[in-house]
């Protein structure tokens, strides 16, 4: 393994998203930030999990699938550094498919830019086959901070939304990140998963379980994006006044949740990201926001309007 072992960056993301959920709608439209505050970048729609509440799970996303071009992700690079834009390899699919990944954070490293991803866990577990190499890998790749998303909270919770046995592997998955880390400081290991009806025990022993293993722990709800009732509105939004989304083919979207291109703003490289950002299609959902007419769009007609997950003290 060359390069360095550790992340260059204190972990910027706990403050972007402090900010990102701090103020008003009509505050953020009164003083427009001149770029995101942070990028979501998605290097593939290509899952490995089913999950029931998901729109690639349950396969509604109709869009194209495929991997990100490393064309296409330097194109977004280029822009970033310009305004030093903390970059998430996060959104729908599982980036730790795409071939290219350990280049894809080296690249957002060596442009001198704070890198979070998400992923499942999934291709960690199988030490079969290529988990064990990956959890190097991994650890050793410049990531600022990785997330193992978890489902629910025990062994069967996770069964039924995600159709998989793999709660225990994916809990020795994490310890063993936790121990490859060793003492250095990055990647800062969170742990994320989602509930539904689980018992407040339930949660607190989650909690205690990943505690020694991760520096942070965030327990949402559950959304049912397949669902079509349609959810209460809660009126403020960071989404679409704080950050944009690339999906792997470069369409720019205003919103992780949008799984299906909804809220098209363009396509990277022909349409950059400042472009996209001051664009009137983006200041007219923005309006419509402020208007209270979340329901034109269709993501948002079941979104909970990014619930704010509570972190481990
Ligand atoms: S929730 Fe995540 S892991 Fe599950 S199917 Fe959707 S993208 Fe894949
Ligand atoms: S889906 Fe939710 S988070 Fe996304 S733009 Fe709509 S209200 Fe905001």
């Given amino acids: 393994m060359t390069g360095r072992k550790e992340s260059q960056f204190d972990n910027p993301f706990p403050t972007i998203i402090d ?3 701090s103020g008003t709608m009509a505050e953020k439209m009164a003083a427009p930030l001149p770029f995101p505050r942070m990028l979501d970048v998605e290097l593939t729609n290509v899952c490995n999990m089913r999950c029931q509440m998901c729109p690639v799970g ?6 194209p699938v495929g991997y990100m071009t490393i064309g296409t992700l330097h194109s977004i690079l280029r822009e970033a550094k310009k305004y030093r834009t903390p970059i998430r390899f996060i959104r729908w699919g599982e980036p730790l498919l795409h071939y290219g990944w350990a280049f894809a954070i080296r690249s957002v490293v060596d442009a001198g830019l704070a890198c979070h991803l998400n992923t499942n866990g999934l291709i960690l577990t199988d030490l079969d086959s290529f988990g064990g190499r990956n959890r190097k890998q991994l650890i050793n790749s410049g990531l600022t901070s990785l997330k193992i998303s978890f489902q629910g909270t025990d062994p069967n919770t996770y069964q039924l939304w995600r159709g998989k046995n793999l709660y225990a592997a994916l809990m020795e998955a994490l310890k063993d990140l936790r121990r490859l880390r060793g003492g250095r400081r990055t990647p800062v290991l969170q742990v994320g998963t989602t509930i539904t009806t689980e018992s407040e025990l339930l949660v607190r022993t989650f909690r205690e379980e990943v505690a020694p293993f991760a520096e ?6 559950t959304v049912d994006m397949t669902a079509t009732e349609e959810v209460p509105v809660y009126g403020q939004c960071p989404e679409v006044f704080d950050k944009l989304s690339v999906n792997w083919n470069g369409i720019i979207t205003p919103c992780c949740s949008d799984w299906n291109e909804f809220m098209n703003l363009g396509r990277v490289p022909e349409t950059s990201l400042k472009q996209a950002w001051n664009s009137k299609a983006l200041r007219a959902i923005r309006e419509d926001f402020l208007a209270g007419q979340f329901d034109r769009y269709r993501p948002c007609r079941n979104c909970p309007r990014f619930p704010r997950a509570r972190r481990t003290p």
């Fill in 58 to 63: 349950c396969r509604l996303q109709t869009r």
């Fill in 19 to 21: 900010a990102c959920q």
């Fill in 216 to 221: 942070a722990c965030y327990v949402g709800h």
